[in-house]
């Protein structure tokens, strides 16, 4: 599984640094819709990551 998580979070990411670049190429801020999507990668990278190293570390409990 934690294989599985690894590659979805390095997909995320690649497509999250894909949106940025494509909005540093315009040199504006990129439109609401662009925005939300860069935040909502952001969003579920960051619980992929939380859950990879609960998987390391074990639950916080």
């Given amino acids: 599984m934690q294989e599985k998580l690894e ?3 390095r997909l995320m990411r690649n497509e999250q640094r ?3 670049e494509d909005a540093g190429a315009m040199g504006r801020v990129p439109a609401g ?3 939300q999507r860069i935040a909502y990668l952001e969003l ?3 619980a992929i990551e939380n859950i990879l190293a ?3 570390n ?3 409990d």
């Fill in 44 to 46: 579920n990278i960051a």
């Fill in 33 to 35: 819709h662009a925005l």
């Fill in 18 to 20: 894909r949106l940025l």
């Fill in 58 to 60: 074990g639950p916080k």
């Fill in 7 to 9: 590659k979805l979070a």
């Fill in 54 to 56: 609960e998987e390391k």
